[in-house]
């Protein structure tokens, strides 16, 4: 069963705009994390941002915060004042316990995000 | 910063041809995976090691497929008879633990099998 879900194959954005990137999820487990991660056209996999289910507060690295909706069972991304190179693929992830299955990450389909001068 | 390392970039195979692919984890991390990504589509899990052992693995790791870790540094994923549907882009990631520690990704080895 599809556990990460990212509806928006493609976004646009204005270059200084801010954007959100969808995600949800499924998953029966209380004990969770929730991760970005960006793939630029070159290939790699940059991690962006983490968002344990037990946190609080909303995750926030630089210019990626996570609007993390628990109820919702949402972790959208949100990138401020987008730049150029901020043009990339951006896949969803989640890990569930129990983590002595080996902590894999389960991705969703991706957003294709191109950032407009 | 520390990175994952994974040889070669790119491989081209015949069908039914054996490949090895080649990883070099980050030194103090000790949970070891091997993702494929099909032509920039999603990326899908294959297998988890840890410990000197499989502690997971996907229904699309088959008998085909095998992992090992040779020594204290290299973690190899063998494709022991190659099909035109292995063509992918395979990833080797590990962390240092679970729970919050993230997953730090190779740069993948492009695998073409012709």
């Known amino acids: 069963a599809q556990k990460i879900t990212q509806t928006q194959p493609g976004m646009f954005v204005q270059e200084k705009e801010a954007v959100t990137l969808d995600c949800t999820y499924d998953?029966?487990?209380?004990?969770?994390?929730l991760f970005w991660y960006k793939q630029p056209s070159s290939g790699e996999m940059i991690f962006l941002i983490y968002q344990g289910s037990y946190d609080e507060q909303n995750a926030t690295e630089g210019r990626y915060s996570l609007n993390f909706q628990k109820a919702r069972k949402s972790a959208n991304l949100v990138i401020s004042a987008s730049q150029l190179g901020d043009s990339a693929m951006y896949f969803c992830a989640m890990r569930e316990v129990p983590y002595n299955q080996g902590g894999k990450l389960i991705f969703g389909q991706g957003t294709e995000l191109s950032v407009k001068p | 910063e520390p990175e994952v390392t994974q040889t070669p970039s790119h491989q081209v195979t015949q069908m039914g041809q054996e490949v090895i692919l080649r990883c070099v984890p980050i030194?103090?991390?000790?949970?070891f995976y091997w993702y494929r990504q099909i032509l920039g589509q999603k990326v899908e899990f294959l297998v988890s090691?840890?410990?000197?052992?499989?502690?997971?693995k996907s229904e699309i790791f088959d008998d085909q497929f095998s992992v090992e870790r040779p020594d204290g540094s290299n973690f190899t994923l063998k494709i022991r008879s190659t099909k035109l549907e292995d063509s992918a882009m395979y990833f080797c990631a590990s962390s240092e633990w679970t729970g919050g520690s993230p997953l730090h990704f190779g740069n993948g080895t492009r695998l073409t099998v012709t």
């Open positions: 030194s103090n991390h000790l949970y």
């Open positions: 998953t029966s487990d209380q004990s969770y994390g």
């Open positions: 090691f840890y410990n000197n052992e499989i502690s997971e």
